[in-house]
């Protein structure tokens, strides 16, 4: 009787219900009863272990160490004791288990490490290093290693962070809520890099969920739920001032490679590239054709291979699917050392719905819009982020800044913008709400993408920054500062459909089809785009280039290398080609298998791979062909036969010197002995052709060799009138394109 009056005399010291609070997993702020405090004058350090018989705490004093048994005050684990006096230093704990004595720190003894300052701004949307301080974390607090733990559930009640180091008991570790903010943090020494863990979420109704930390550097590769801790080691970003317009003048060419479709290995072909060895084939497959960025879909770490890697649920951590995340670190590396550019998709549009990922994080929404006509993201059926809210701000920024400093990535593409940048995109009748002014513009994803790419140039100048956007904003490229988006370039595929449609109408096509195509160069001039061919999502899963083309099977190859042409030769910032697309395949990709890398052993395959190699050696060495973006008479049309199915345009140098003739014939016979007006008198030297027998053509012996035409200016009969025109003579095989370089001087850059 005397042992429970006593017992229950120390339990008055502790309000009940704050016992009960840790007891039945409802406690938001356990270090308010769990570690030492002060009550009544006296210290006492109180313990919640559920797994210990027997529980001591023993004081560091100098180099003594003085043991105190601790009293059991609740039967489920809740231990307490008085110290004898008050000059408190340190301390740890041992417990008993069975016949094991354990000696562990507790984690309720160390204050939080988190500054008011890291919240404010974590708070106001400007915090761009957020995964330094939320996460999981290696410290070393008091002189104690160990790991600090720290989430963002602004609703929740109670959050428990569980792994291996506790066996994944929810009731072990109750986190530590710091203010009214809504962020849950504790650092435990007995967690150690590698472990796994997760957290558990209690909310306000009661409901018990489990979720993966947002802020993960790395996911577990057999439970995608569960989080990995990892020793993080950060690499300085050499700030590169003044040279993003250096940047943007050089040749980009880039490759897109989904890693899961990429290449297969093992005995059945049904095994995944680790990062080690795709850092070697994209290497070698890049710097043969002449790429001079890899764009990485599927990198960010998502929940199925059939969503092409959009439907992420970690936005720090690298896709768990080709290894680890030093193993990526060593890919991005080796490609760097081969000098290739790493671009990454990123994902921003919308996030995966997986049920341990960022959906309903605390049970409420947190990273998503709450009302569900802002929130569901029609197009990829997704959800959207909620652009505006602070929190969420500093978790985008965040993830950009991590990949460029910890990685060294060298660009960004976020697709499907246009579903960020208007609340009604894919949606019809009352499936969208308007904006504040009842307008369809999300302007809360403006303000935040303009934020982005300021930050992010402000940062990195040298960061490639792109995106695709089929709405036709206006300001896509401009600077943020005058109203634009602030991206370096937009991906476009519109010049496609309208060359499909002249080339599908020929020999029925009309002035009226020229004047399209023209109108369409003339407008591309003045933008900033990356030339795709890709026709909405990837060619490689809706069908190919090839099925779109007439004829009979080398006809087809014909034509499409002679589409490749006119897609060098038209006007952008760069060129991106999927992967597959530098060799033609028949059928959409299947991911299980992979691509198709047999065909190469096709003659027809090898020399079309061997066109595209040299069109973008072509593209690189010819300085003309990027010299556009200001220079009004870059870009000028000048030879239509509609009867023929010609066309011509020449891209004009600002120097008078290397001006290059694009000729494109689209009739299915030999044109010979055919005039084509051109620009002035003179030499024009041939200097690329589509039909050569290398590429798979019909070849000539004319065009197999260097050919140097010599204009004539004279007189001619057109459309009864007489015209001084220049002029030469020369065979055009069926399907092809002639590239004819000449001079002029400054007096001749006038028409003849």
């Not at 589409?563 to 038209?570: H, K, N, V």
Request: proline letters at 3%; glycine letters at 8%; charged letters at 25%.
């Amino acid at each position: 009787m005397r042992k429970v009056e006593a017992m229950d005399s120390k339990k008055m010291i502790l309000e009940q219900k704050s016992i009960n609070a840790i007891l039945y997993g409802d406690c938001e702020r356990p270090k308010e009863l769990l570690g030492y405090h002060t009550w009544g004058g006296n210290s006492y350090i109180c313990s919640w272990n559920p797994k210990a018989d027997k529980m001591w705490t023993v004081i560091r004093n100098g180099e003594k160490k003085e043991r105190y048994s601790m009293e059991r005050i609740e039967e489920r684990g809740l231990f307490l004791l008085q110290l004898p006096k008050e000059n408190y230093t340190s301390y740890y704990l041992e417990m008993e288990k069975e016949t094991e004595v354990i000696a562990y720190e507790d984690p309720y003894r160390f204050l939080n490490p988190i500054s008011l300052e890291d919240r404010i701004s974590f708070e106001n949307g400007t915090n761009c290093f957020m995964y330094q301080i939320l996460g999981a974390h290696k410290k070393e607090i008091e002189g104690v290693e160990g790991i600090f733990f720290a989430f963002y559930a602004p609703n929740a009640r109670r959050v428990s962070v569980l792994g291996d180091w506790n066996e994944f008991d929810s009731l072990m570790h109750p986190m530590e809520r710091i203010d009214e903010g809504g962020i849950f943090e504790l650092f435990i020494p007995e967690a150690k890099v590698g472990m796994a863990y997760e957290y558990e979420i209690k909310t306000e109704r009661g409901e018990i969920f489990r979720k993966s930390d947002p802020y993960s550097f790395g996911q577990h590769k057999k439970n995608p739920h569960l989080s990995l801790i990892i020793e993080e080691s950060e690499r300085e970003v050499e700030n590169k001032k003044g040279k993003q317009d250096d940047e943007t003048k050089k040749p980009i060419v880039i490759y897109e490679v989904y890693p899961v479709a990429y290449k297969k290995r093992g005995k059945r072909g049904n095994r995944l590239l680790s990062y080690r060895q795709l850092a070697k084939e994209l290497a070698k497959d890049a710097l043969l054709m002449g790429y001079t960025h890899i764009q990485l879909k599927g990198i960010l770490e998502y929940e199925t291979e059939e969503s092409l890697g959009t439907d992420v649920t970690h936005y720090f951590a690298p896709s768990r699917r080709h290894g680890t995340r030093e193993d990526f670190q060593y890919m991005i590396d080796y490609l760097h050392k081969k000098g290739l550019k790493v671009i990454l998709e990123w994902c921003i549009a919308s996030f995966g719905t997986a049920d341990y990922g960022l959906k309903a994080m605390d049970g409420e929404a947190v990273y998503e819009y709450e009302n569900p006509l802002l929130a569901v993201q029609a197009q990829e059926k997704g959800l959207l982020f909620h652009y505006g809210k602070g929190e969420v701000q500093s978790f985008l920024l965040s993830s950009a800044f991590y990949w460029i400093k910890q990685f060294q990535v060298d660009g960004f593409f976020i697709p499907s913008v246009a579903s960020m940048l208007y609340q009604d995109y894919g949606k019809i009748g009352k499936e969208w709400l308007p904006n504040p002014w009842g307008g369809t513009e999300n302007l809360e994803a403006i303000s935040f993408l303009q934020l982005c790419n300021s930050l992010l140039k402000q940062y990195a100048p040298q960061v490639l920054l792109y995106t695709e956007d089929n709405s036709h904003w206006i300001g896509i490229t401009e600077k943020a500062s005058q109203g634009g988006l602030g991206f370096d370039g937009q991906l476009s595929s519109e010049w496609l459909e309208q060359y499909l449609t002249y080339s599908k109408k020929y020999p029925n096509c009309n002035p009226y089809d020229f004047w399209k195509m023209e109108r369409f160069v003339s407008y591309d001039r003045y933008h900033k785009n990356i030339l795709s061919v890709a026709r909405g999502e990837n060619t490689l899963w809706n069908g190919t280039l090839i099925q779109e083309m007439a004829g009979e099977y080398f006809n087809r190859f014909a034509s499409l290398r002679m589409l490749y042409g006119y897609f060098f030769a038209y006007p952008s910032v760069g060129k991106i080609l999927s992967m597959g697309e530098d060799f033609v395949h028949w059928h959409p990709c299947d991911i299980e298998k992979g691509m198709d890398w047999q065909l190469l052993e096709e003659d027809i395959h090898r020399s079309f791979r061997m066109y595209i190699k040299d069109l973008i050696a072509f593209y690189k060495e010819k300085e003309v062909l990027r010299d556009w973006y200001g220079n009004e008479g870059n870009v000028t049309w000048f030879h239509k036969d509609p009867t023929y199915g010609i066309f011509s345009f020449v891209r004009r140098s600002s120097t008078g010197k290397g001006n290059l003739l694009f000729l494109f014939h689209h009739r299915q016979e030999m044109s010979r002995g055919y005039l084509l007006t051109v620009p002035k008198d003179g030499e024009y030297r041939l200097v690329f052709h589509s039909d050569s027998v290398s590429y798979g053509g019909v070849g000539t012996s004319e065009n197999e060799k260097e050919m140097i035409k010599i204009a004539k200016k004279e007189k001619i009969n057109s459309y009864y009138q007489q015209e001084e025109v220049c002029y030469f003579i020369l065979d055009l095989p069926p399907f092809s394109m002639l590239v004819f370089e000449y001079d002029e001087s400054e007096k001749e850059k006038e028409y003849c």
